[in-house]
């Protein structure tokens, strides 16, 4: 009688914990995918403002609140008494107060063990980049190779975040067409390049303006535009590496603070702030116009410049159907300069920049 009431308490114990464990499991997977449907949305645009910068972290940092998802209530319909009802309720509380404390744990673990194995794959690169190397080169077709030669210098970047598995080339600032140079997580400015600045609408702050190439183009589109009625607003232009640099480092150090291992917290960040160096502004290339929300696209003003950017050299360069390409959010007020024959022809396409140069 005794042996089979311990029995009877081992197999209740055994499928309590085997509750908790599934129960855990399909928290954390759910988890991962709004964390990683969250993260898609790499938000260039947090970098530009306090304001952008948070709400976008909400989005990142929402988790599945177990009480909303598991509902007690319901789940206890059958329960008669009052008595009961609370006995029931607070073995779930217990169970989700377990399942929380302990996907807290796992998720401060797993980063420790990330970056433990990162360090140590860090120690042994040269084998990994040659093989690297070998298969880019084999399976590159030549048409392929000669397009992407534009974008890319073929040197591979000395990148002080390489240890978070960043590991781009630098992008080919000698490009025989400058208007081409391709800015982005794969093709990076170097750490010292600085454009050479103008401002594109007089008057304007520092951090509006653009390279001297291009701050005379968008000052024509500026006064076609206001000839029709409709203001260009400039909101940020340039921005330089070093500051591009410390809102990336502000944001892991960010990540850091809340036990997360360092490799680990570089990339949450990078889902947040563009790298420095990956950024269109760091080259003076792009303008951010006349607002940092998606319904920009509802306005006039963004409804102008579908239909007249081009013809001052203009592109909508972060599209909401190229997202998976660009790894950018759809930023209808980012507009980068490509010259007027490049812009009709992208647009015309329907592909995206790195479409165009047939890196992807
Ligand atoms: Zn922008």
């Not at 206890?76 to 169970?95: L, M």
């Not at 084999?138 to 992407?148: E, L, W």
């Amino acid at each position: 009688m005794k042996m089979n009431t311990i029995i009877a308490a081992a197999a209740a114990l055994i499928i309590a914990v085997a509750g908790i464990v599934a129960i855990k499991t399909v928290y954390e997977k759910k988890s991962v995918e709004l964390k990683n449907a969250a993260g898609d949305l790499s938000a260039e645009s947090s970098v530009l403002t306090d304001e952008t910068e948070s709400e976008t972290f909400k989005v990142r940092s929402f988790n599945p609140d177990p009480a909303e998802t598991e509902n007690p209530e319901t789940v206890t319909d059958g329960a008669s008494s009052t008595a009961e009802k609370e006995t029931e309720k607070s073995v779930f509380s217990t169970i989700r107060n377990i399942v929380t404390a302990s996907q807290t744990v796992t998720e401060k673990v797993t980063s420790q063990v990330k970056d433990i194995t990162e360090k140590t794959t860090a120690a042994k690169p040269s084998a990994t980049a040659g093989r690297a190397e070998n298969k880019t080169t084999t399976t590159s077709s030549p048409s392929k190779a000669q397009t992407s030669a534009a974008a890319s210098s073929g040197k591979k970047a000395d990148y002080e975040y390489s240890y978070a598995g960043f590991n781009p080339q630098y992008a080919n600032m000698d490009v025989a067409d400058w208007t081409l140079i391709l800015v982005n997580r794969d093709y990076i400015l170097p750490e010292d390049y600085v454009p050479k600045l103008a401002y594109s609408v007089e008057g304007d702050t520092d951090s509006k303006k653009l390279d001297y190439r291009v701050a005379p183009h968008y000052n024509e589109m500026y006064k076609a535009a206001k000839a029709d009625g409709i203001i260009l607003d400039t909101v940020s232009g340039y921005r330089s590496y070093s500051l591009q640099k410390t809102n990336f480092e502000n944001k892991i150090a960010k990540y850091e603070n809340q036990g997360y291992g360092r490799a680990e917290a570089t990339r949450m960040a990078a889902k947040i702030i563009l790298p420095p160096g990956t950024s269109e502004h760091n080259a003076g290339l792009a303008m951010d116009i006349c607002s940092l929300e998606q319904s920009f696209e509802n306005t006039k003003e963004f409804r102008w410049l579908m239909k007249n950017a081009e013809r001052f050299g203009f592109i909508l360069r972060y599209p909401k159907d190229k997202q998976d390409i660009t790894e950018i959010i759809y930023e209808p007020w980012h507009w980068r300069y490509v010259g007027v024959e490049n812009a009709k022809k992208i647009n015309a396409s329907g592909l995206c920049l790195e479409e165009y140069l047939g890196v992807k």
